[in-house]
């Protein structure tokens, strides 16, 4: 099974700061038809899970261009220039190559 | 508009069988699949299984021995039934089409 492993677990930020996050597989994930399905998810307090970035760099509709998606083989990373309150929360890649599977999720918070 | 909604029982006791129904609207069965997947309290994202727009299933090969994913078009409706229920299975339990997702429900297991 894939395993998709998140640093930090915690990133403290100021606003306005840039905050990065690193996601690591256990083996690469790109498909056997060329494409690597690496996504991000931000989970803020008591809502459901929403998709930022699909295949590894795409911006979901509405996402703004301050969430930058990137990487590729088993690699990836998530920024996010100039973090906003509403930028809180728990971020979670997820890989959709070799089924499925979480990564166990990083807290943006205020330092 | 695209919307998904989990319903069932709050509260189930060990050793019993979940039973979740995701209605949903706004998008048809049969042109997009629906996963499901749980939250245990204060954790990460678990996926647990999808029903896949031909009718197929596929399941987390923790869970594949206790879960069973149907659905039934003409309601528009996916349903998970889980048996063997656990304390550790307590969790929110969302589904999902991972671009949108169902608020989620919170299922407890306890006598």
């Known amino acids: 099974d894939v395993v998709l492993t998140q640093t930090p677990v915690a990133q403290p930020v100021t606003l306005g700061d840039q905050a990065s996050i690193s996601c690591r597989s256990s083996?690469?994930?790109?498909?056997?038809?060329?494409?690597?399905?690496l996504e991000w998810y931000l989970q803020k307090p008591g809502q459901s899970p929403q998709l930022l970035i699909y295949?590894?760099?795409n911006r979901f509709s509405g996402v703004p261009d301050r969430f930058i998606g990137s990487g590729s083989g088993s690699d990836f990373t998530l920024k996010i220039s100039r973090v906003e309150p509403e930028d809180l929360g728990v971020y979670y890649c997820?890989?959709?190559?070799?089924?499925?599977?979480f990564g166990a999720g990083t807290k943006l918070e205020l330092k | 508009e695209v919307q998904l909604k989990e319903s069932g029982p709050g509260l189930v006791q060990p050793s019993q069988t979940l039973s979740l129904t995701c209605t949903v609207s706004?998008?048809?069965?049969?042109?997009?699949?629906v996963h499901w997947v749980r939250q245990p309290p204060g954790k990460g994202l678990e996926w647990m299984g999808v029903?896949?727009?031909?009718?197929?299933?596929a399941y987390n090969s923790a869970l594949k021995s206790r879960l069973s994913i149907s659905r039934d078009t003409s309601k528009s409706q996916v349903f998970l039934k889980m048996n063997s229920l656990q304390t550790e299975d307590t969790a929110i339990y969302y589904c999902?089409?991972?671009?949108?997702w169902g608020p989620g429900t919170m299922v407890t297991v306890s006598s």
């Open positions: 999902t089409r991972f671009d949108f």
């Open positions: 706004g998008f048809s069965l049969t042109d997009y699949s």
């Open positions: 029903m896949w727009s031909g009718g197929s299933t």
């Open positions: 083996q690469s994930l790109v498909h056997s038809n060329g494409n690597t399905y």
């Open positions: 295949k590894v760099s």
């Open positions: 997820f890989q959709a190559t070799h089924d499925y599977t």
